[in-house]
């Protein structure tokens, strides 16, 4: 027995069968109620019905990608938490699953107990927070919008108060990860893995760099956005921030 209460309701969509039965297996074990769907249409279905505290995603499924499940749902207005589960980790693949709202990635082949620890962390970043207060917000377009940044992962662009803003694709990838997680402190190595890849093994002072590149043209638009925390990272926060 967990301190998991059985009201936490995870749904997982994938179209493999070995894979749902595992994971099903694990969050019965510890605690949780489980729905399953096979394939985006079915996993859309069963969100809306059963109305989850977490979704399971595959990317690759055999009908909609992942990543449109996801997108739908945002659009739909349910900001219900996901995780996604995906042999492509690419940083490219990473960006654009997070700035189409997705919340996290676990890479296949995974460990068990790793996917428990990041959906509990996950709900309870969620109970803390269930306004998304401080966080971005996608717009009816689809576009992420954060304090005057308007961010729009389709067409790789981006705007602050209204001016067009040019970014490298590095540049971009870096910014929408700190879009993403807007109000949150991310530290280097968070940065490392998901916006150079998860075996970067290039210059030590990369992502200094980069943010001040991404200083360079977003400052003189506005008030600072990206915050240091000395020994620990960066935070993107609005200029009415704490």
Not at 6 to 12: E, K
Not at 33 to 43: F, I, R, S, Y
Not at 73 to 84: K, M, Q, S, T
Not at 129 to 153: E, F, I, K, M, T
Request: charged residues 25%.
């Amino acid at each position: 027995m967990t301190d998991d209460a059985p009201a936490h309701r995870i749904l997982v969509i994938d179209d493999e069968p070995n894979i749902r039965d595992l994971v099903r297996a694990a969050l019965q074990f510890h605690g949780f109620a489980v729905d399953a769907a096979e394939d985006g249409e079915a996993g859309l279905a069963a969100a809306r019905r059963a109305r989850p505290d977490l979704i399971l995603l595959d990317v690759l499924l055999p009908d909609i990608s992942g990543f449109e499940v996801c997108r739908k749902l945002r659009e739909d207005g349910d900001d219900v938490p996901v995780i996604y589960l995906t042999a492509r980790d690419t940083p490219a693949d990473t960006v654009t699953g997070l700035t189409l709202g997705g919340d996290d990635y676990v890479t296949k082949p995974f460990s068990v107990e790793a996917l428990i620890a990041r959906i509990r962390a996950l709900l309870r970043r969620a109970r803390r927070d269930p306004a998304g207060a401080g966080a971005a917000v996608r717009d009816h377009s689809g576009q992420l919008r954060y304090a005057d940044l308007v961010l729009d992962d389709r067409q790789w662009s981006v705007e602050r108060a209204g001016v067009p803003v040019e970014l490298s694709p590095t540049e971009f990838r870096l910014l929408a990860y700190l879009v993403h997680n807007a109000g949150q402190v991310v530290t280097r190595h968070q940065l490392l893995e998901n916006v150079w890849g998860w075996d970067y093994a290039g210059q030590s002072q990369i992502v200094e760099t980069y943010v001040s590149y991404l200083r360079r043209k977003l400052d003189p638009l506005g008030p600072p956005l990206i915050r240091t925390r000395r020994g620990v990272g960066y935070v993107l926060q609005s200029p009415d921030g704490a």
